[in-house]
């Protein structure tokens, strides 16, 4: 089984970038799928992208609008999201998480990080 750890999470001001990684250990990288979630307090988990296990066809949630990257470096066995122009409302605990297919659902990723805190001063 696949073990994932978030990272780069922090505040940040609106209008600025972060990257957040998901390092991946105990399993073959290469052969996830991976997606990136978000939870914001109250609210219920939500997609924000997800890249086949090549590191291909990356897939978005329409709120993203061109300002998310997401991407897959087999040789490192992680995970990014490359996030620019944020926005107060991207205020959330973002996870990444490991599955057999590029799905925008949260109950196809059997694999989960323990999730890392972003929040987006105005």
């Known amino acids: 089984q696949v073990q994932l750890v978030e990272s780069g999470g922090r505040l940040v001001q609106a209008g600025g970038s972060l990257r957040l990684s998901c390092a991946a250990s105990?399993?073959?990288?290469?052969?996830?799928?991976m997606g990136w979630f978000r939870q914001a307090p109250g609210k219920e988990r939500e997609f924000v992208a997800a890249?086949?296990?090549?590191?291909?066809?990356?897939s978005y949630a329409t709120f993203v609008k061109g300002r998310f990257t997401i991407s897959k470096d087999n040789a490192k066995n992680t995970l990014y999201l490359q996030m620019n122009s944020l926005k107060p409302e991207d205020t959330a605990v973002y996870y990444c998480?490991?599955?057999?297919?590029?799905?925008?659902?949260?109950?196809?990723?059997?694999?989960w990080g323990q999730g890392t805190q972003v929040t987006v001063s105005s």
């Open positions: 998480a490991a599955g057999d297919s590029m799905a925008r659902v949260t109950g196809n990723y059997p694999y």
């Open positions: 890249i086949n296990r090549s590191g291909g066809n990356p």
């Open positions: 105990g399993g073959t990288f290469s052969t996830y799928d």
